[in-house]
Structures are given as structure tokens and as C-alpha cells.
């Protein structure tokens, strides 16, 4: 699918009523964005190239999804560490990055390469695969109430409409004062207090205590709510 400032609003309505249906299909939620994200992605990579971490990031190239798959390493990490604890996720939750890109794709959003630079292909590739650091940097788990919370957050740090739409719609169906909508209301407020974390360098805060790299991003503590579980997502261990 070729990328187009164009907004399609009759697309994002077709899919996020499919979304709302199966919200775990994460295809729809690429084609939403895709739909209603004008402009707002090449403001981004541009901002990006112009942060001071952003443009060592570019220059560097280090690759976000080769870290996070490095599931043995990052298990073998101290507990409590933003590594360990990333591990822990993708572990818990049955993921892995490959997911995300494979969604991209049966989406048919992915950035075609005769349509953008190396450099741009990289930048959106990385920002793709930076959704499930937020769950992790934010506390919002891959519930029905925390996927809703990171969107808004990650659509208020995004500065994109088609992110932020899913999270409105949501809160417009749920209502404003529902447990959904009072934790995607949550959401949006840490996306507007926190540092801008899109350009933050990851792969060398994997070491890190989880709590200092939430300090340094000005995140606050995770939030403490009940989680309420997608049909078919995998069944947590309780503690007795």
C-alpha cells in the first residue's frame, strides 16, 4: 500500500469497527492509523532527525528489534532491570517483535522501498517496534484497558491522529467516566507530562533499573488497575 498524506476516513471507519469486533486483530489497528495519519508520520522522522539522540540513533543504526529478540540475554539480566523486565513481557505474553511487523504487513503498511529512503524505512520500522517498550515503560499491560492506555499514550507522543483516534473512539463507545475511559483519560495525560521518548536510546538503557528509566522519562509510577484479559490471550499465573 503506498503511503499518502491523504486522509481515508471511510478506511479507519471499516477497520476500527473490525478492530472493536477483534481487538486482537492488530492488523486493523495499522490500517486505522494508516488511514488518519496525514502528515503527521513525516513530522515525526523529521523531529526525530533533529533531536541530538535521534540523529546519533540514524547515524548509528542499531537494531531495536535484534535487542528485544534477544530474549536470552535480556533474560539473564538483573531482576527489575528494563531488560529483565522486557524479557519477562514478551515471555509472559507469548510475543515476540516479529508479531508487530507481520501485522504491518498483512495491513499492507509497511514502507514499500521504492517509496522511501533507507533512512525514513529504518526510523518507521523502529518507531513500530518500539509499542511494546511503552507497554512496559508506562505499566500498561496487553489487556483490553492497557492496549487502549497506550495508544492514547503513544498518539499524544506521536503527535498522530490515526494513533490517538482508536483511544477516542473507544472513550466516545465506553464513555468518559468508565474504567476504560478514566485509564485511556490516564494515558493521555502521562503522553503529555512525559519526556518526548520516541528518539530515547533504548538499547543502552536495557541494563538499567526499570524504576530510574521511568524517572529519567518523567513517566511517574505504573498505574495500579484491574486488567481486564482479550478473549484467547494467554492465561497469567496467579499468585496464591
Excluded at 527489575?80 to 509472559?92: C, I, L, V
Aim: net charge positive; glycine share 8%; charged share 30%.
Amino acid at each position: 500500500m503506498e503511503r499518502s498524506s491523504r486522509l481515508r476516513p471511510l478506511d479507519a471507519w471499516r477497520a476500527i469497527r473490525a478492530l472493536v469486533a477483534n481487538p486482537e486483530d492488530t492488523a486493523q489497528a495499522f490500517r486505522v492509523v494508516a488511514a488518519l495519519s496525514g502528515k503527521s508520520g513525516e513530522r515525526l522522522y523529521q523531529r526525530f532527525r533533529r533531536s541530538e539522540s535521534g540523529a546519533r540513533i540514524l547515524e548509528e543504526r542499531p537494531e531495536l528489534a535484534d535487542t528485544l529478540n534477544d530474549l536470552d540475554r535480556l533474560g539473564a539480566l538483573p531482576e527489575a532491570t528494563f531488560g529483565r523486565s522486557m524479557a519477562d513481557f514478551f515471555k509472559r505474553e507469548q510475543l515476540s517483535v516479529g508479531g508487530l511487523e507481520e501485522a504491518g504487513a498483512a495491513a499492507g503498511t509497511e514502507v514499500p522501498g521504492e517509496e522511501a529512503c533507507e533512512e525514513r524505512r529504518y526510523f518507521y520500522n523502529r518507531l513500530r517496534d518500539q509499542h511494546d517498550i511503552y507497554h512496559v515503560m508506562t505499566g500498561y499491560g496487553r489487556d483490553v484497558r492497557g492496549e487502549a492506555a497506550v495508544l492514547a499514550f503513544s498518539g499524544i507522543q506521536t503527535r498522530n491522529f490515526g494513533i490517538a483516534f482508536i483511544p477516542l473512539y473507544v472513550l466516545f463507545k465506553a464513555g468518559f467516566r468508565s474504567e476504560i475511559g478514566k485509564m485511556i483519560r490516564h494515558g493521555f495525560r502521562r503522553g503529555w507530562r512525559a519526556r518526548w521518548v520516541v528518539d530515547a536510546e533504548w538499547e543502552k538503557l536495557m541494563s538499567c533499573p526499570l524504576d530510574q528509566v521511568r524517572e529519567r522519562l518523567k513517566l511517574g509510577p505504573p498505574p495500579v488497575y484491574e486488567a481486564i484479559r482479550f478473549e484467547g490471550a494467554p492465561r497469567l499465573a496467579t499468585r496464591s
